[in-house]
C-alpha cells in the first residue's frame, strides 16, 4: 500500500488485575469504544478475562472500571498518567513514544 | 543487576476504587455477574466527588448479598442484625450527630421485608440517614426464596409455578411515607446512580435510592433470564428516564417496562432539626439544642 493511514494512537488504556476477574463480560459488552473483548486463557479461577483488543480505541474513559463488579479492571488517560507522573517527579521507564 | 541499579520506579497506579476497600477481604463472595459491586463502585465515586470527610462516613448494613457490603468498605461499617440496618443506623446518628453522613446500604429483602417497618418509620421521622436499597427481586442468599419485591409471575424455589403476590413499589413507599429524596437506577446506568448517591450524600434528610441489580444465579436462573449481562441488555432496552414520575406509576412488573429517575426531591425538616425547633419554641433559652461541632453546617 502506497498511502499507509496514520496509525491510530489510543488516548487512554486499562490496567486489570488478571485473577480477581470472574468474566461477567460487563466491561466487553458496555465499553462505549468496543475495544475489549475476552481473552482465548484462562486465570487461576478458570475465568475468560477481558484483554484490550484494539488498543487504538480506548480513551480511558474508565466506564470499564464503573461497571466492574469485582473491582478487577479500570481504565486510565495517557494524559492523567502523565501528569501523576510529572507530579511525582519520576523519571519515565520507557520514554513516551512521538 | 542489582536493585540499585534500577532506575527510580514508576508510578504506582491503582484502582481509584482501591483505597475505600478491605483489600485483604477481596476476592468477594459475589457470583460472577452480580451487580452490587458496580453499585459499590457508583457509591465509591459518589464518596470521592461529595468530598466528605471519610472519618465522618459510617456505613451500616444487614444480612443479606448486600449486606456484605460494609464489610468490603474500608469506612466505619457495622454489619448489624437481619432488618436492623435502619435502627442501628438511626441510633448512629441521633448518638453522635457530629457524623457527616451515615449510610444503610442493604437488599431489599432486609429493608422492605423484615426490616419494613423500620424503613417506613425511619422516612416518617424524616432521620437524617441515605439508604441505598440493591434490589435483586428475591433472596440472594438462602436460595432464591420469594421476596416482598418479587414481581408477578416470577418464579422462585417457593413458588414454582410463579408468583402470584403483589409486590412492593419501593418508591412509592418511601414516598407517601415522606422521604425527601426518592431515586431508583439500575445497574445499567451507572453515571446516573453515582450521580444520585452524590446528591443523596449531600441532602439532609431521609433518602432512599432504589438500584436495580441482576442475580444471576437464582433469579434470572429460575426464571430463564440468562446471565447478569443479559439482565444489563434488559435494563437498557425497557428502561425509560421519567424525572419527577409520579411514584403510584412506577410499579415493578416481570420483565416489563422499568421507570428509573428521580422521583421526589423535597424540603423537609429533619427529625433533629424538627426535634430542636420544638423544645426551642417551647423552652426558650433554658433549652440548648442537641447537636455536634458540625451539626451547622
Known amino acids: ?98 | 543487576m542489582s536493585a540499585t541499579e534500577l532506575p527510580a520506579c514508576e508510578i504506582e497506579i491503582t484502582n481509584p476504587v482501591a483505597p475505600y476497600l478491605r483489600q485483604e477481604r477481596l476476592p468477594h463472595i459475589w457470583c460472577p455477574g452480580c451487580g452490587i459491586g458496580t453499585t459499590v463502585n457508583c457509591f465509591t465515586r459518589a464518596l470521592t466527588d461529595s468530598g466528605l470527610d471519610l472519618d465522618r462516613v459510617a456505613i451500616v448494613s444487614g444480612i443479606g448479598c448486600t449486606g456484605r457490603v460494609a464489610g468490603y468498605m474500608n469506612l466505619d461499617s457495622f454489619h448489624t442484625t437481619h432488618g436492623r440496618a435502619i435502627p442501628f443506623a438511626t441510633g448512629l446518628r441521633l448518638g453522635n450527630p457530629d457524623l457527616a453522613k451515615v449510610v444503610v446500604y442493604s437488599g431489599d429483602g432486609d429493608l422492605s421485608a423484615i426490616g419494613g417497618n423500620h424503613l417506613i418509620h425511619a422516612a416518617r421521622r424524616n432521620m437524617d440517614l441515605m439508604v441505598v436499597c440493591v434490589n435483586n427481586f428475591t433472596y440472594g442468599m438462602t436460595g432464591g426464596q420469594v421476596a416482598p419485591t418479587t414481581p408477578i409471575g416470577a418464579t422462585q424455589t417457593t413458588m414454582p409455578y410463579g408468583n402470584f403476590e403483589n409486590p412492593f413499589n419501593l418508591p412509592f413507599l418511601a414516598d407517601a411515607c415522606g422521604a425527601v429524596y426518592v431515586a431508583r437506577w439500575t445497574v445499567y446506568h451507572v453515571k446516573q446512580l453515582a450521580k444520585a448517591m452524590l446528591e443523596g450524600l449531600k441532602k439532609k434528610g431521609f433518602v432512599f435510592i432504589e438500584a436495580m441489580a441482576p442475580c444471576p444465579t437464582l433469579y434470572s436462573r429460575r426464571n430463564r433470564l440468562g446471565d447478569g449481562v443479559d439482565q444489563l441488555k434488559y435494563y437498557k432496552e425497557k428502561s425509560k428516564v421519567v424525572n419527577g414520575a409520579n411514584t403510584q406509576d412506577v410499579g415493578l412488573t416481570f420483565q416489563g417496562d422499568i421507570v428509573v429517575g428521580k422521583f421526589v426531591d423535597r424540603e423537609r425538616p429533619t427529625w433533629l432539626e424538627a426535634m430542636n425547633a420544638h423544645y426551642t419554641q417551647h423552652f426558650g433559652d433554658k433549652y440548648t439544642p442537641y447537636g455536634g461541632p458540625h451539626a451547622q453546617e
Open chain 1, 1 to 98: 500500500m502506497s498511502d499507509a493511514a496514520p496509525v491510530k494512537k489510543g488516548k487512554g488504556t486499562i490496567f486489570l488485575t488478571l485473577e480477581v476477574c470472574k468474566g461477567c463480560s460487563y466491561c466487553i459488552d458496555f465499553c462505549p469504544a468496543h475495544c475489549l473483548e475476552f481473552s482465548r486463557e484462562f486465570n487461576r479461577k478458570g475465568y475468560h478475562y477481558p484483554v484490550l483488543a484494539s488498543p487504538e480505541d480506548c480513551t480511558g474513559c474508565d466506564l470499564c472500571g464503573l461497571y466492574c463488579p469485582d473491582f478487577a479492571i479500570f481504565g486510565m488517560r495517557f494524559k492523567d498518567i502523565e501528569q501523576r507522573r510529572q507530579a511525582a517527579a519520576v523519571e519515565p521507564l520507557v520514554p513516551a513514544r512521538g
